[in-house]
């Protein structure tokens, strides 16, 4: 039974969601994301068609995307694709409790606490007489809403001790302390963020035709057999992608297992989660993944920030850490920002440091403040900067972004301006991976020199990585060059600042046999009498660890010495015979 339902669930997940048409014996025939089946090119059943292409849904916030269709599967119908890259929700929404829900901000109109957000804190906000104002333990900044702290307890900024300025509380690295009791303390909020495994995309399960089925690979297109596969580079196998993903039929599926979407079993398998497929009486076939407001991690389906679930017992339980437990759901821990995923928990700056990494560390100042290249909290305009509550006002002329999530995919917010991440650079108005840089099926290696290896892109045989790029290395002397890395074939050379071309370094020269050697001269120490005779002649031999003539030969002409010692012998008997005519 099991065998005839693995049968019908491949032959569905190959199954066209719209036919082509087009006569195909290879998916090498199709064009790049569609398959070969039944001699028909087809889009897979996670895919739908869009005039010749084959468009994957997005299983997650912020997943690939190039129209708004392929958010609205799983991200409900407030999703679109941000600039034709990723899905997020609308404008005036945002991702939480597992949809996309629209929020009003402080002082707008509500009809319920749900709906009110201050673009930071979840928290911040409740309904009140039908306004959306601050909460009980929380106190007017103005602008937004932030968390009332006390004596000794954690915070953020000054007003976070004593926001109506008569307690004589500041914020002491991270402590509420009363400012002629300040003492010098070093822990500066310390706690580190936990890094979770990425919830893996439902990507397109492409199987493409490829000789090579024994699983032996030496790069990860040797692979395209297996769908959603990679080239280990140590064992030289194909195996699954980093991340959630099973074995089915030979392809790596991404999720738990396989699943029919009219008999829903994931759940009882995997808490909170359900099976993604098409749900139809004739394609029914899907894969088990986590929830809308869950996600992947140690092997359990977890909830995002916000996301209530009865499992939540204590702090202790949240996932996402530094975390609290507030009425049954995980928040982050006070002065701590949830991303936009809500799966993380960021970082602030303190007032006394305005240190930072990242421009999500100055959610303290507020929406219109990032990171500058010195690592210091800055507003987008200084002039902008109210120094009493420690917040940057609107600036009055626009900047290219505030935060990563301005800025396209592969790319970061650096001084208000989008910039390629590292190991990524510019081609055709995008970045693209480079050398060092993230790679897959939707993310090309930047040059055709380069290969994607175990996700990552690699240079290709015969070519050598110098910082984002690859370079051919010389084969022959002679050959052009601009680092000394390219001319590793070749012992002891170096790239010549001069001529661009492989040579021997400095006190080494190139003899016959194409190798360079080091220069020596008489009496120099050697190891091997090739040291010796290659680069001075064949008169000399490695003796007692230096450079010498054999015994019994001239240092200057190698000649044989023997005569020069019967002379000096004849000159002692002449000596002699002179010396005892001389006394007698």
Not at 140 to 166: H, L, M, W
Not at 229 to 237: E, P, R, Y
Not at 458 to 467: L, P, Q, T
Not at 520 to 543: A, I
């Amino acid at each position: 039974m099991m065998c005839i339902f693995k049968c019908i669930f491949l032959f569905f997940l190959l199954c066209s969601i719209g036919v082509h048409g087009d006569n195909c014996t290879e998916n090498s025939n199709c064009t790049e994301t569609q398959i070969c089946v039944n001699g028909i090119c087809q889009c897979d059943i996670l895919s739908y068609k869009k005039d010749d292409k084959c468009l994957q849904y997005a299983t997650e916030y912020n997943g690939y995307c190039q129209e708004d269709e392929q958010c609205k599967e799983w991200l409900g119908s407030n999703a679109h694709c941000s600039n034709n890259i990723v899905c997020t929700c609308k404008p005036d929404h945002r991702w939480y409790q597992g949809k996309c829900e629209k929020y009003v901000g402080k002082d707008e109109s509500c009809d319920s606490s749900s709906v009110c957000f201050d673009g930071m804190d979840p928290l911040a906000l409740t309904c009140d007489n039908k306004k959306c104002v601050c909460s009980d333990t929380y106190y007017d900044r103005g602008f937004d809403c932030r968390i009332k702290s006390a004596e000794n307890k954690a915070c953020a900024i000054n007003r976070d001790c004593d926001p109506t300025k008569v307690l004589g509380l500041i914020c002491h690295l991270g402590k509420c302390t009363k400012s002629n009791e300040l003492e010098v303390e070093t822990n500066l909020l310390t706690e580190e963020e936990e890094s979770y495994d990425d919830f893996v995309t439902l990507e397109q399960l492409l199987v493409q035709n490829n000789y090579n089925r024994t699983g032996e690979c030496e790069k990860d297109l040797d692979c395209t057999h297996m769908a959603n596969s990679i080239c280990d580079g140590t064992t030289k196998k194909c195996r699954c992608k980093n991340g959630n993903y099973f074995i089915f039929e030979g392809n790596c599926l991404p999720g738990f297992s396989a699943c029919d979407t009219q008999k829903d079993i994931c759940a009882n398998d995997h808490k909170n989660s359900y099976c993604f497929g098409t749900k139809s009486l004739t394609k029914s076939q899907g894969v088990c993944i986590c929830m809308p407001g869950y996600f992947f991690y140690k092997n359990q389906c977890v909830p995002e920030l916000g996301v209530k679930d009865p499992d939540l017992k204590t702090d202790a339980d949240c996932k996402i850490r530094p975390g609290k437990l507030v009425d049954g759901a995980c928040y982050c821990k006070d002065y701590w920002f949830g991303d936009r995923s809500n799966r993380n928990c960021i970082k602030t700056t303190l007032q006394q440091t305005y240190s930072c990494l990242t421009n999500d560390w100055c959610n303290a100042m507020g929406p219109y403040s990032y990171c500058n290249s010195s690592n210091l909290c800055q507003c987008s305009d200084p002039k902008d900067f109210d120094e009493e509550n420690f917040y940057c006002k609107a600036p009055y002329s626009e900047v290219e972004c505030l935060r990563d999530y301005d800025c396209a995919v592969n790319q970061r917010c650096v001084d208000n301006h989008c910039t390629c991440l590292e190991h990524f650079t510019t081609k055709e108005g995008k970045c693209s991976p480079a050398l060092g840089g993230l790679c897959d099926s939707f993310n090309n290696c930047f040059e055709d020199v380069m290969e994607c290896m175990e996700g990552v892109c690699d240079c290709i045989s015969d070519y050598v990585g110098y910082g984002n790029t690859c370079l051919k290395i010389a084969k022959n002397w002679g050959d052009n060059c601009t680092v000394t890395a390219q001319c590793r074939e070749f012992k002891f050379a170096e790239c010549s600042s001069e001529s661009k071309k492989c040579a021997c370094k400095k006190k080494y020269v190139l003899k016959s046999d194409d190798k360079c050697w080091e220069e020596k001269n008489h009496g120099d120490p050697c190891m091997t009498s090739d040291q010796c005779t290659v680069v001075l002649d064949d008169s000399y031999q490695c003796r007692n660890n230096k450079c010498l003539f054999p015994i019994g030969q001239d240092v200057d002409s190698g000649s044989s010495v023997i005569t020069f010692s019967i002379f000096l012998s004849f000159l002692c008997v002449v000596s002699s015979l002179y010396l005892t005519a001389t006394i007698a």
